[in-house]
């Protein structure tokens, strides 16, 4: 960790994930000294490369702004880099090479052929026209369309990258490289796009969770849940909880939380969904306009609770909270978002020994589901939505018994140290075999 801290300064949240993988990945490579000895773990932890570059684009009264934009290709040992795009003015390259550096990881334990990679940009697309954010993505993906391709950088939505976004990134590639492939997952269905991936992370994230209680011999039916985040993984971790049974207290955004004292509607969760995709406004304005009880700047993890679903962003849950669910007999913790759990309060949740699904392992269902578009892509073929349903429910099966394969220790389940050595083992495996490089 010493010689990582001297490399990569100041970049507190690749660090953060970093000294997470290494706490559970070195214990293991101790007992297989061929990996220690090609020093597979450090080159894991150094991207194949990072693109940096500028993105000029017009607002819609002529003014020129200068954004920065990334690409991190990490890793490709078992397959073309694969991962979103976040469009956030929190975008620096400690954020986005924690982001990549979890996918390499995440993208293994899916089973699918698919390395690790990640980038965005420091724009903030709250408060843009479509025709700004446009143009924005236009700009973007004239530099960006350099350096991926279907067979070897395939990105996809994150934080403020949906739907709209990708039509317009997908076509300005489109139109550059005179080429319809599946070089971008996140697609529209008409379009080349996957059936459920707009639901797949959040959907993936409640069947891990089911996964684990029914590991233990229970279900989701009748528990009480929070969730953050009022996004794309929320939004649809809601809409799956209600389907099993489950009662969801909250949402959140950057405005604050809404507790539903009786619980979400299916009503409620629609209107919702209208307010933050069409209408793109805050939550504050959607609980008073619904006259919703509402916590300004707060956040879910003081309502009791039996599940908590962290949705929005990286160190939203931190050591107090967890103090907090564990005293108000919280015993699920499934991470919809990546790394919202700081180092301690992850510590917290190993320690107390509840059922507690990292990030890599509970959200892998969303870059599942855009492998499965990869795969549709490339047959030019489309299934249904049973028959990627299906195989979404089979992945995160998959994903959960990987974690109970590495992770079993004392008769429990790590599911720290599952997701981290199942995801590493094929990935350094793969790079052993094609010896030094
Ligand atoms: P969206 O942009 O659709 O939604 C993000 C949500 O998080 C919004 O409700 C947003 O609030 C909230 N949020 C963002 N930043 C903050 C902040 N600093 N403080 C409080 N709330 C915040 O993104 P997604 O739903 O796609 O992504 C959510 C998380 O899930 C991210 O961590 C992402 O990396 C992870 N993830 C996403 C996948 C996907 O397929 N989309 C796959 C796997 C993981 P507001 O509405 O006010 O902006
Ligand atoms: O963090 C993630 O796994 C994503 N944002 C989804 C990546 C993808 O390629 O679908």
Request: aromatic share 8%.
């Amino acid at each position: 960790m010493s010689s990582l801290e001297q490399r990569n300064p100041g970049q507190s949240e690749f660090l953060q994930a970093a000294k997470e993988v290494a706490e559970k990945v070195i214990p293991y490579i101790n007992d297989h000294p061929e990996y220690e000895e090609a020093r597979i773990l450090e080159r894991i932890a150094e991207p194949d490369r990072v693109f940096h570059f500028r993105v000029t684009w017009e607002d819609d009264k002529g003014g020129v702004h200068v954004n920065r934009g990334y690409r991190i290709q990490q890793n490709n040992a078992i397959g073309p880099y694969k991962g979103g795009l976040r469009f956030d003015p929190s975008v620096n390259l400690s954020v986005l090479k924690f982001l990549a550096f979890e996918q390499v990881f995440k993208n293994s334990l899916t089973t699918l052929p698919m390395g690790g990679g990640k980038g965005g940009s420091d724009f903030d697309p709250k408060g843009k026209s479509d025709s700004e954010v446009m143009r924005f993505c236009q700009s973007f993906m004239t530099e960006l369309q350099r350096h991926i391709g279907a067979d070897t950088d395939v990105p996809a939505g994150d934080i403020g990258v949906g739907g709209r976004e990708i039509g317009f990134l997908f076509g300005q590639y489109k139109r550059l490289r005179n080429e319809f492939t599946g070089v971008l997952t996140g697609k529209g269905v008409g379009w080349g796009g996957s059936l459920i991936r707009p639901e797949a992370t959040g959907y993936g994230s409640v069947y891990f969770a089911q996964e684990m209680l029914r590991h233990r011999g229970e279900d989701l039916d009748g528990k009480k849940c929070v969730v953050s985040g009022s996004g794309n993984v929320s939004q649809y971790t809601a809409e799956k909880l209600l389907t099993l049974g489950a009662t969801v207290l909250t949402l959140s955004d950057r405005s604050g939380m809404i507790h539903f004292k009786d619980g979400l509607t299916e009503e409620q969760l629609a209107a919702v969904m209208h307010h933050k995709n069409k209408v793109r406004g805050a939550l504050v304005d959607f609980a008073s306009a619904n006259g919703l009880e509402f916590h300004a700047d707060k956040k879910p993890w003081s309502v009791p609770c039996d599940c908590a679903f962290p949705s929005a962003v990286q160190n939203e849950l931190d050591d107090d909270d967890a103090k907090t669910l564990l005293e108000n007999g919280c015993y699920v913790v499934s991470e919809g978002a990546n790394m919202p759990s700081t180092a301690e309060a992850a510590h917290r949740f190993e320690q107390a020994g509840i059922l507690f699904g990292p990030g890599k392992a509970a959200n892998a269902g969303g870059v599942a589901t855009s492998g499965l578009e990869m795969s549709q892509n490339s047959l030019r073929l489309s299934w249904s939505r049973e028959e990627v349903d299906k195989r979404l429910q089979g992945i995160m099966r998959s994903v959960h018994e990987t974690c109970v394969e590495y992770g079993t220790e004392n008769g429990t389940v790590n599911y720290i140290t599952g997701a981290n050595v199942g995801g590493f083992v094929k990935v350094a495996n793969a790079m052993l075999a094609y010896g030094v490089m």
